[in-house]
C-alpha cells in the first residue's frame, strides 16, 4: 500500500453548503481545521441540511482569516459573516441531540432566509473541544466532532469510486452515473487504493497526523442530490442497497477520528498502519 496518496482535500465551513479544496489543511482533534464549524437551523433551533433544502447545494461558503466565512448563492450578494462574540449559548438540535452553539449576526439569517425562502438562522460552534462528543459506542474518552454528521473526518477513495460507478452502470439507473465525488461531501480523498481496501483501515498516518479508522459511512439522501443542480435521482442509494449494506448502513467511505494533530498536504503519502 505504498501508493497510496491524498487526492483531494476538502474543507465545509458551512454544513450542507458547498465549500473548498484547499491543498493543506491543519488537521485538529474535532476535524480539519475550519470544518463545519456554522449550520443553519429553523425556528425551532433544529439543523437544516441538504436533506430538507436541497438548494443549499447551490450555495457556497469560503473561509476567511479569523474563522470568518464569505457566504455566495445564485441570486445573491455575497455576504461576509463574522464569527459572533462570546454571549448567551443557544442550543440546537443535530440528530436529534442538543449542542450548544452561537448564533450569528441578523444579516446572515436574512441572507439564508432570503435564498431558501424559509425562516434560517446561521449559528456558530463556538469550542469544538467540549461542545458535541463523539458517539461514545465508537469513540474513546475525550473525543470530540465538530458539526459534521457523526465523526470529525470522512475518507472516500478513487478506486471505490470507480468500481460503485462501473456497478451504477450495470443497475436499473445507469443514466444517472458516473457520479462525481462530490455527491459524498469527503474531506479527505485517497488515490492509489483497491477498490473497498478503506473498509478495513484501523489506523492511517498522513504527514505528521494519525487518524482512527472507527466504522464505514452510512449514506442518506443527500447522495442522490447533484451539487450541481439540487436535483435529486435514485443513485446512489439504489446501488449502495444491492451491493454495499454493511449493518443498517448504505456504506461509502470510512470515518475517521485524529488521534494525532498535524498538517495534511495533496500529494502525501497515506500510510497504513493497521
Known amino acids: 500500500m505504498s501508493n497510496l496518496s491524498v487526492h483531494a482535500l476538502h474543507v465545509h465551513p458551512v454544513k450542507s453548503v458547498a465549500g473548498t479544496a484547499p491543498d493543506e489543511v491543519a488537521v485538529e482533534p474535532w476535524g480539519f481545521s475550519g470544518d463545519r464549524r456554522w449550520a443553519l437551523v429553523d425556528p425551532d433551533g433544529t439543523v437544516i441540511t441538504q436533506r430538507q433544502q436541497p438548494r443549499l447545494a447551490l450555495a457556497a461558503a469560503r473561509p476567511l482569516a479569523g474563522g470568518r466565512v464569505a457566504l455566495s448563492a445564485p441570486g445573491m ?42 425562516p434560517a438562522r446561521l449559528v456558530h460552534l463556538d469550542d469544538p473541544a ?49 457520479l462525481p465525488m462530490n455527491r459524498f461531501r469527503p474531506s479527505l480523498v485517497v488515490a492509489g487504493a483497491e477498490a473497498w481496501a478503506e473498509d478495513g483501515w484501523r489506523r492511517i498516518a498522513i504527514g505528521d497526523a494519525v487518524f482512527r479508522g472507527v466504522r464505514e459511512c452510512g449514506r442518506c439522501i443527500v447522495t442522490t442530490t447533484d451539487q450541481r443542480t439540487a436535483e435529486r435521482g435514485k443513485e446512489p442509494l439504489k446501488t449502495l442497497a444491492r451491493h454495499r449494506r454493511i449493518g443498517k448502513s448504505l456504506a461509502f467511505g470510512r470515518q475517521l477520528v485524529p488521534v494525532r494533530t498535524g498538517t495534511v498536504r495533496v500529494g502525501d503519502e497515506v500510510r497504513v498502519l493497521e
Do not use: M
Open 77 to 118: 450578494s455575497e455576504l461576509v459573516v463574522d464569527v459572533p462574540e462570546p454571549g448567551p449559548l443557544e442550543p440546537v438540535v443535530l440528530f436529534g441531540k442538543k449542542i450548544e452553539t452561537v448564533v450569528a449576526a441578523g444579516a446572515a439569517a436574512d441572507w439564508f432566509s432570503s435564498y431558501l425562502g424559509v
Open 130 to 178: 467540549v461542545r458535541r462528543p463523539v458517539d461514545p459506542d465508537h469513540a474513546l474518552p475525550g473525543e470530540t466532532v465538530s458539526l459534521a454528521d457523526a465523526y470529525p473526518v470522512l475518507l472516500t477513495t478513487l478506486a471505490s469510486l470507480d468500481a460503485l460507478n462501473a456497478l451504477i452502470a450495470q443497475g436499473s439507473h445507469p443514466e444517472e452515473g458516473p
